[in-house]
């Protein structure tokens, strides 16, 4: 993967942020405007404004879904590189936040991106396993430096329940 | 992994900046009905270049979202290969 293409990526990600803000400007004036014609205090102009763009927490959600997704997509843009014999692993946190899916990826061993797609679908090599997910796949070799946070017994035994 | 202490902080800052940022513009926009009829008032919001008000005041949202893809990359430089095409 090239430096061009990495700061395009960036790029891209910020344009989406940038597309929201005009967005955002209109739903303020109209909340202001209305708000204070039904005389409402500026909390509730505050919590009506959140209601109708997107509030903090959706905020947090964004961008921590965003940022593994471009970790995730630079992690793919890689694999493209390396032979179709190269085994990864999903590695991330297991904890009481942890989905089945990310659990099933996580206990599923050492695959080949084959293997992950056709056991998987190839969106969670980008989208993991979803909103706010903090996993990924990644090549055995990296995980070799990290493997504290592979633990496929864990993960099974979190989704048989015995844990 | 370090880099999701990161992103998490990063995601905490920039939904601080947000809301903070919506506060303070909210609080300012009110501060122009002092004195004038609900029209005039309405009026007056129309004449604001909201979009640009509104990009100013998160304008370090975009500073620290780079950053953090930034940081994001040196995780994973090891395995970036520039000389590839």
């Known amino acids: 993967m090239t430096e061009a293409e990495i700061q395009l990526l960036i790029a891209m990600d910020s344009e989406v942020w940038e597309a929201y803000l005009p967005y955002l400007a209109a739903q303020m004036q109209q909340q202001v405007a209305s708000g204070v014609f039904a005389g409402l205090t500026t909390q509730q102009i505050i919590a009506n404004i959140e209601s109708a763009a997107l509030s903090a927490s959706q905020v947090e959600t964004l961008i921590t879904t965003s940022l593994n997704n471009y970790s995730r997509s630079v992690t793919t843009a890689m694999m493209e590189g390396e032979p179709d014999n190269t085994l990864y692993q999903y590695i991330g946190p297991i904890d009481g936040r942890t989905r089945d899916i990310c659990l099933q990826m996580g206990s599923a061993g050492t695959i080949t991106r084959l293997e992950i797609e056709k056991a998987f679908g190839s969106s969670v090599l980008i989208y993991g396993g979803g909103y706010n997910c903090r996993h990924k796949w990644q090549s055995v070799s990296e995980v070799g430096v990290s493997k504290n946070f592979y633990n496929p017994k864990k993960a099974e035994e979190l989704l048989s329940g015995n844990n | ?85």
């Open chain 2, 1 to 85: 992994m370090a880099i999701q202490k990161t992103i998490d902080k990063t995601s905490n800052k920039i939904s601080s900046i947000y809301i903070k940022g919506i506060t303070d513009i909210v609080d300012n926009l009110l501060k122009l009905k002092e004195g004038v009829s609900n029209k005039d008032f309405a009026t007056s919001l129309l004449s604001l270049d909201m979009k640009e008000i509104v990009k100013s005041k998160l304008s370090n949202i975009n500073k620290e979202y780079v950053k953090a893809h930034v940081e994001v990359l040196k995780d994973i430089k090891p395995q970036v290969n520039n000389d590839r095409s």
